[in-house]
C-alpha cells in the first residue's frame, strides 16, 4: 500500500523553527521528485520546496528561500523540510508529494502521490 505519512507540524512563535518530515512506505523515493507544498485558508495551494533524487538539486520558492531547507535521507525513504525564522505568513497545512520523473515542478497536479497534511501554525 502506498503510503505518505508527514508529520512535525505544530503552533510555533515567529521566529522560531520545525521540521517537518515525510516518510514513504510501499514505494521507493529513489527515482522521484518530492515536493513540499502548502495552503493556507483562503489562498491556493503554493510550492514551496522541491528535491530531486538523481541530481540531488533543490528549488524553493522565493518566499522561503534562506529560510527553509528540503533534504532527504534515502536509507529512511524520508524527506525533510527544516523551516527557520518563522513569520505568521508561513501558517498553513503543508503537504508533501512524489512524482515520476524525479524532475520538480510546481504544478501539484503533476505529482502521483500527496501526503495527508500536517498543520503548520505560526503565531505568538
Known amino acids: 500500500q502506498l503510503q505518505f505519512v508527514e508529520s512535525g507540524g505544530g503552533l510555533v512563535q515567529p521566529g522560531g523553527s520545525l521540521r517537518l518530515s515525510c516518510a514513504a512506505s510501499?514505494?521507493?523515493?529513489?527515482?522521484?521528485?518530492i515536493g513540499w507544498f502548502r495552503q493556507a485558508p483562503g489562498k491556493e495551494r503554493e510550492g514551496v520546496s522541491c528535491?530531486?533524487?538523481?541530481?540531488?538539486?533543490?528549488t524553493y520558492a522565493d518566499s522561503v528561500k534562506g529560510r527553509f531547507t528540503i533534504s532527504r535521507d534515502n536509507a529512511k525513504n524520508t524527506v525533510y523540510l527544516q523551516m527557520n525564522s518563522l513569520t505568521p505568513e508561513d501558517t498553513a497545512i503543508y503537504y508533501c508529494?512524489?512524482?515520476?520523473?524525479?524532475?520538480?515542478?510546481?504544478?501539484?497536479?503533476?505529482?502521483?502521490?500527496w501526503g495527508q497534511g500536517t498543520q503548520v501554525t505560526v503565531s505568538s
Open positions: 510501499g514505494f521507493t523515493l529513489d527515482y522521484t521528485a
Open positions: 528535491i530531486s533524487s538523481s541530481s540531488g538539486t533543490t
Open positions: 508529494a512524489a512524482r515520476v520523473p524525479d524532475q520538480c515542478t510546481w504544478y501539484g497536479v503533476e505529482y502521483d502521490y
